[in-house]
């Protein structure tokens, strides 16, 4: 009788970390999406928003670093 709920906490146990796994994993793989959106939409944000007498003086510059950050 003892035997029966035991064997089945572990197997409760061991689903659990299994779903801990699976969740850890789908955590780390949207992470480096979502790095990889924020990096593209500064570098975006940062072309944008460089003042009018730069971006005149050294438009090279500017599309270099856009370039660069993508």
């Known amino acids: 009788m003892f035997c029966i ?3 089945a906490l572990l197997h409760g ?5 299994a779903a801990q796994k699976s969740r850890f994993r789908n ?4 992470l480096s999406l979502f790095n990889r ?3 593209t939409k500064q570098g975006l944000f940062s072309a944008i928003t460089t003042p ?13 670093h856009f370039i660069q950050s993508i």
Do not use: T
């Open 27 to 30: 955590a780390k793989a949207q």
């Open 52 to 64: 009018l007498h730069l971006k005149n003086y050294f438009p090279d510059l500017v599309r270099l």
């Open 13 to 17: 146990k061991s689903v659990g970390f």
């Open 37 to 39: 959106i924020i990096f």
């Open 5 to 7: 709920p035991k064997v």
